[in-house]
């Protein structure tokens, strides 16, 4: 398993960014989708980006398409979320989350960060 810690939340205006980042450890992610996950208070937890394992294509929910951007460095084993024009319904907790090429489940998650946008 990838041991995965988040950084990068805090509070920001409507319109404003933030870049998340995930520190993988323990596991290169090379080998491994990375995603990005967020849960607001009283909802379920929705995906939010995918970056695969083999050709880096990614994938977004509707919500950030055009919005957010998933990278990853492997060489830094890291991964990260570039969110512009954020709005109040992005507030959330934001994870981490990492998927063996080979496996079907997300099996590793970080701890969270919290994003939280002001209007």
């Known amino acids: 398993q990838v041991h995965l810690v988040e950084s990068g939340g805090g509070l920001v205006q409507a319109g404003g960014s933030l870049r998340l980042s995930c520190a993988a450890s323990g596991r290169t992610i090379s080998s491994s989708h990375m995603g990005w996950f967020r849960q607001a208070p009283g909802k379920e937890r929705e995906f939010v980006a995918l970056?695969?394992?083999?050709?880096?294509?990614?994938s977004y929910a509707d919500s950030g398409q055009g919005r957010f951007t998933i990278s990853r460095d492997n060489a830094k084993n890291t991964v990260y979320l570039q969110m512009n024009s954020l709005q109040p319904e992005d507030t959330a907790v934001y994870y981490c989350?990492?998927?063996?090429?080979?496996?079907?489940?997300?099996?590793?998650w970080g701890q969270g960060t919290q994003v939280t946008v002001s209007s």
């Open positions: 989350a990492a998927r063996p090429s080979d496996s079907a489940a997300w099996g590793s």
């Open positions: 970056s695969a394992w083999r050709t880096s294509s990614t």
